[in-house]
């Protein structure tokens, strides 16, 4: 780190992962950094709580493209080793159908194809097929969306946008992802498993474009890994670095206003203190950036006009039993998943038969992350964002319905098996996220356009304003969340240049 003072000031708003990727990155271009966060520690959704000997990530439980935090490292000139390390596992996820087919997704292509063929009769050349063009899809088109700011003339210029155009298939654009997977599989449970990859961004597959169809690559192609620690070590990580490199956290002390002048950010109000700064970037939710922070109702009620993605109902259970055959990911499908989406995004009610996600983080720490012999659930239910449902009531019919479907597809009483539980619903996401409706991912996919349709990471009309998160550009989920902060930096990088 050097020892010179920074002339230029910056403030980052909410210490999530885009957060902190933000201050570090803004702070190795030479910016005196300092993060300013309500809650008393960092890392946003991605935090971790310890309840009767069980350890429990309490939000994102996927980690995919570990090469985003290499690079952040690399960028900030620190071996990673020093702070974090991760390993890929043999199984992506194991499947649980009703009618009692268990299919495990190996990460080799060759047993995850023979292991289809075995459970669903599917040939083998469907799923070398699919996932051919998912990595194609992902290394055309993804790169633009992930790399640059789709709302700067010169990404038109930078980006290989030609080469993407080309790529892009028209049924990515106008076919929903159901229709594409039904056309690329013959098992009908081949459709469904792939179908649950809209749901990586809160999305409906039934509505959401075939686009969706190169998420699957991330998870097949490219692999899914196990940070050490569990998934707090990437928030650990991250909030060490940014200390290393000198940023300044003020925890407990969340913004109340972001003051601009004629279109110049100008710096943030505190406690009703008047903190300044040459840049200000959000990592709040953009709907509440502008409703709470800049007092602008218009801009505010402009965002909401699309589509808030759905949100999640959390059970964190310590289970007092081994289950052999539960991996770290594990899904248990709705028999009915088309109504479960129209419950999602339609009725905005909870449903009946719900398709049920359980991470077990003590499957690759059996020791460190639950005691021994004991397992810790993270039990997950895609919900509808909050519109004021009674979530109590909720609560009680979730539950009733996750162990009805467990108990029944692992063949056990789940229930007299939970020692400790704690409960996150989508009012509580909201409260301790600022997630407007308890949202995950901001605003969803459900349409052709939604992914141009994002908020920018920056602001047309105030100077000095940038925003990174789940909620605005490229998308929510950690590596799109990193990549925002990436996209960021670029442009904040491009406007001194300009200065200069």
């Known amino acids: 780190m050097s020892n010179t003072i920074p002339t230029k000031k910056a403030i980052v708003i909410g210490a999530g992962v885009a957060g902190l990727a933000a201050a570090i990155r803004l702070q190795v271009m030479g910016y005196g950094v300092s993060v300013f966060e309500k809650n008393d520690y960092p890392g946003g959704k991605l935090s971790h709580f310890e309840l009767g000997g069980y350890q429990f990530d309490a939000g994102p439980s996927l980690f995919t493209r570990p090469q985003l935090i290499e690079e952040l490292f690399e960028f900030a000139g620190e071996p990673i080793e020093d702070y974090f390390s991760y390993e890929r596992v043999p199984i992506a996820c194991n499947y649980f159908y ?4 268990i299919i495990s997704a190996f990460a080799d292509h ?36 992930l790399q640059y700011s789709l709302h700067k003339l010169q990404t038109l210029f930078k980006a290989p946008i030609f080469k993407a155009i080309q790529t892009v298939k028209w049924p990515y654009l ?3 992802l159901n229709s594409y997977n039904q056309r690329s599989f013959k098992s009908p ?6 179908n649950r990859y809209a749901t990586y961004n809160g999305s409906n597959p039934y509505k959401a474009p075939a686009m969706l169809s190169l998420i699957p690559h991330l998870e097949h192609n490219e692999g ?28 407990g002390n969340g913004v109340e206003r972001i003051i601009r002048t004629q279109g110049v950010v100008k710096g943030v109000v505190v406690n009703n203190e008047n903190h300044f700064a040459d840049i200000v970037v959000s990592n709040m939710d953009v709907y509440f950036t502008y409703q709470q922070l800049l007092g602008d109702q218009i801009k505010a ?10 949100s999640a109902f959390i059970f964190y259970w310590g289970i007092n039993k081994n289950f052999s055959q539960l991996d770290l990911h594990n899904i248990f499908f709705s028999n009915d998943y088309e109504k479960e989406f129209e419950s999602l995004f339609k009725t905005k009610k ?21 005691p021994i012999g004991k397992e810790n659930w993270f039990v997950m239910v895609n919900a509808p964002a909050n519109k004021g449902q009674d979530w109590e009531s909720i609560k009680d019919f979730y539950k009733s319905a996750v162990l009805k479907k467990l108990s029944n597809l692992l063949g056990e009483d789940i229930e007299p098996l939970i020692e400790v539980e704690e409960v996150l619903s989508p009012v509580s996401i909201e409260s301790k996220t600022a ?22 990471n920056f602001s047309n009309t105030t100077k000095g304003l940038y925003f990174v998160g789940g909620s605005v550009h490229p998308g929510g989920g950690i590596p799109l969340c990193l990549s925002s902060a990436a996209i960021m930096a670029n442009l904040v990088d491009q406007q001194q240049k300009l200065k200069h």
Not at 350 to 370: H, L, M
Not at 436 to 456: D, E, I, V, W
Request: no cysteine; glycine share 6%; aromatic share 12%.
């Open 98 to 101: 009703e009618d009692g087919t």
């Open 110 to 145: 060759e047993k995850f194809a023979a292991e289809l063929q075995a459970k669903t009769n599917e040939p083998a050349e469907n799923l070398h097929r699919y996932l051919n063009k998912s990595a194609d899809a992902y290394n055309h088109i993804a790169g633009i969306f």
């Open 174 to 176: 106008f076919n929903s």
């Open 189 to 194: 449970k081949l459709v469904q498993l792939f």
């Open 224 to 251: 899914t890994f196990y940070p050490k620690g569990g998934m707090i070590s990437i928030t650990n990580a991250l909030y060490q670095l940014a200390l290393k490199k000198g940023v300044e956290f003020h925890f």
């Open 301 to 310: 009620a402009k965002v909401l006009r699309q589509e808030r993605s759905s």
């Open 350 to 370: 909870p449903f009946e038969d719900p398709t049920v996600y359980i991470n077990i983080t003590s499957k690759r720490e059996p020791s460190i992350q639950a």
């Open 435 to 456: 997630s407007y409706m308890g949202s995950l991912y901001g605003t969803s996919s459900n349409s052709k356009t939604a992914a141009f349709m994002r908020h920018p």
